[in-house]
């Protein structure tokens, strides 16, 4: 990767709805050498993917939450990885170093929501102990955003 592609990976971070000819015109090059640079990031996987940044409470999953997970002995660590993935609620699923074994980031409409979460991840048989935190106020909150080198 070179400054531009760098520089393409600033802009569209902030904006990614932009179009090729403002991307060219911000880093100097045709809308077609661009999209070829933008191709090659994709295929790379540098640019996983160009999604939608939807607002939680537009759809009414306001409460955030994230908790510790300490796996029970005999939890299947394959099973609760696939389990995690086919939970609407998860925003993130983080194996962690420490005294917990994951750290799981959800979205749900209410504090019983976060109740009926945990008591899934409890009938499942997959957690020996956990520990949850309520987010009160958001101070950042984006994906990795790229601001440059």
């Known amino acids: 990767m070179d400054r531009t592609d760098h520089e393409l990976l600033r802009l569209m971070g902030a904006d990614a709805r932009q179009s090729l000819a403002q991307l060219g015109a911000a880093v100097g090059l045709s809308p077609s050498a661009v999209n070829e640079r933008v191709r090659r990031l994709q295929a790379a996987g540098t640019i996983r993917a160009i999604r939608a940044d939807v607002a939680p409470e537009q759809i009414s999953r306001p409460v955030l939450a994230f908790i510790w997970v300490a796996?029970?002995?005999?939890?299947?660590?394959?099973?609760?990885?696939?389990?995690?993935?086919?939970?609407?609620?998860?925003?993130?699923?983080?194996?962690?170093?420490?005294?917990?074994?994951?750290?799981?980031?959800?979205?749900?409409?209410s504090l019983s929501g976060v109740e009926a979460f945990l008591a899934r991840l409890k009938s499942g048989g997959w957690i020996a102990r956990s520990e949850t935190m309520l987010a009160l106020s958001t101070v950042v909150d984006a994906p990795f955003i790229?601001?440059?080198?």
Request: proline residues 5%; glycine residues 6%.
């Open 71 to 109: 796996l029970a002995p005999d939890a299947s660590e394959d099973g609760f990885r696939r389990a995690m993935r086919d939970m609407p609620a998860i925003c993130a699923c983080h194996h962690v170093t420490g005294a917990w074994s994951y750290l799981l980031q959800i979205r749900v409409e």
């Open 146 to 149: 790229y601001r440059g080198a």
